[in-house]
């Protein structure tokens, strides 16, 4: 094919050495050229899926706003770079996921790409999805990732957490500061009510319990259920509200019904740019992650490799994805065009993203349904 691209424009390789020229002149009397998009990998992918006669990719991924936006900044763009066409469908997770397994079992699978939680990568899931290996065949994925970006059954797109976010209202600037869990746990030193998420990932709370607990970051898994319980028992009564959806968590806090919450950092941002004071810690925040998977019947599977790869050439559109969702993504070139004052809150910076919780899959797939039932008959007393 031959082609690279940069921002819509095709261009031949022998142009493409003609631009790194000028680029290395202008670097040097401190001019900037456009964001280059280097798409060796991609053009070798889109070829095949040419010569296939793959002329779209079918995506199972956001809707609504999110949905949006995600076609501005990534499938137009490769719809242009490519002429593959990408075809939007959607839902929620769960609905995203029962509908493949029935479209599996009668093996007829409409969709090549889909998105889903990290947390849903138990064995029944990870078997109707392409294995990638260490994501070879994606590698820009491996070279302009965050660490850990290829999980093997896809790769990561949106990533944040479970942060600890505190009302500097409650907590002033020079003054002391919830900065983590055993901080969170700390009611004598930091009064006031908190919150906690009630919405099926219980080991987020557990995962907050044992770090409050003094268990190390690196010693967490398995989770000793017990012990994180019966620390879960002494924060309990200081626990106002069980959050049941996004938006209460930040409802309570411009009703400034509690003084510190686990969020999810896209919320947290959000309130952040109402402008509520709102601190942020990252400090053993659990991961929280949607990744982009191929389906293993993909009918485009060739287009399919093509946009996961594309997708992570593109760090400006990933800043500007980030700062209209007031999220984050896995491409962590998008660091270097974040406004300065976002870029130290950021989950790409490496002293936050080295503060990031992976909750074990091997240990919640054989652990899930246990810790459900036993959440939910502590929540209940």
Same mark, same amino acid.
Request: net charge neutral; charged share 20%; with cysteine.
């Given at each position: 094919?031959?082609?690279?691209?940069?921002?819509?424009?095709?261009? $031949?390789? +022998?142009?493409?050495?003609?631009?790194?020229?000028? %680029? /290395?002149?202008?670097?040097? =009397?401190?001019?900037?050229?456009?964001e280059l998009v280097m798409a060796?990998?991609?053009?070798?992918?889109?070829?095949?899926?040419?010569?296939?006669?793959? +002329?779209? =990719? /079918?995506? &199972?991924?956001?809707?609504?706003?999110?949905?949006?936006?995600?076609?501005?900044h990534f499938y137009l763009p490769f719809t242009e770079a490519t002429g593959i066409e990408v075809v939007a469908t959607g839902g929620g997770y769960g609905e995203k996921l029962a509908k493949l397994k029935a479209m599996a079992s009668v093996g007829k699978?409409? !969709? $090549?790409?889909?998105?889903?939680?990290i947390d849903s990568l138990a064995p029944d899931v990870t078997n109707l999805l392409r294995d990638l290996g260490d994501c070879a065949d994606l590698p820009d994925v491996v070279s302009q990732g965050v660490d850990?970006?290829?999980? +093997?059954?896809?790769?990561?797109?949106?990533?944040?957490?479970? /942060?600890?976010?505190?009302?500097?209202?409650?907590?002033?600037?020079?003054?002391?500061?919830? %900065?983590? !869990?055993a901080d969170f746990w700390d009611v004598k030193a930091f009064p006031g009510p908190r919150a906690l998420p009630n919405i099926g990932n219980p080991w987020w709370s557990l995962i907050a319990a044992l770090e409050a607990d003094g268990v190390s970051r690196d010693a967490l898994f398995p989770l000793d259920i017990n012990r994180a319980f019966r620390k879960l028992d002494e924060i309990k009564p200081h626990v106002t509200v069980w !959050?049941?959806?996004?938006?209460?968590?930040?409802?309570i806090f411009r009703t400034r019904e509690v003084a510190m919450a686990m969020l999810f950092s896209g919320r947290a941002f959000r309130l952040r740019s109402e402008g509520i004071p709102l601190g942020i810690s990252w400090n053993g925040a659990p991961l929280d992650a949607a990744f982009w998977a191929v389906? +293993?019947? %993909?009918? *485009?599977?060739? &287009? %399919?490799?093509?946009?996961?790869?594309?997708?992570?050439?593109?760090?400006?559109? *990933?800043?500007e994805f980030a700062a209209e969702s007031f999220g984050s993504t896995a491409q962590r070139g998008a660091l270097d065009f974040l406004p300065a004052d976002a870029k130290l809150s950021s989950?790409?910076?490496?002293a936050n993203w080295s503060n990031i919780v992976r909750v074990d899959r091997g240990w919640l797939a054989a652990n899930r349904e246990k810790v459900l039932q036993r959440w939910s008959t502590w929540i209940a007393s």
């Open positions: 094919m031959g082609k690279l691209q940069i921002e819509g424009a095709p261009i $031949d390789r +022998r142009k493409m050495l003609s631009l790194a020229a000028e %680029a /290395v002149a202008a670097a040097s =009397v401190g001019l900037t050229l456009p060796a990998p991609v053009d070798e992918l889109v070829e095949r899926a040419r010569q296939a006669g793959e +002329r779209q =990719v /079918v995506v &199972a991924g956001g809707t609504g706003a999110y949905g949006d936006l995600v076609k501005k699978v409409e !969709w $090549d790409v889909i998105t889903l939680s850990g970006s290829c999980l +093997r059954e896809g790769v990561m797109f949106d990533i944040g957490g479970g /942060v600890l976010a505190f009302d500097k209202r409650s907590f002033p600037e020079g003054q002391a500061q919830p %900065a983590s !869990w !959050w049941k959806s996004g938006d209460q968590s930040q409802q389906t +293993r019947a %993909a009918q *485009h599977p060739n &287009a %399919a490799l093509a946009l996961l790869d594309f997708i992570y050439t593109r760090p400006k559109a *990933h800043a989950v790409l910076q490496p």
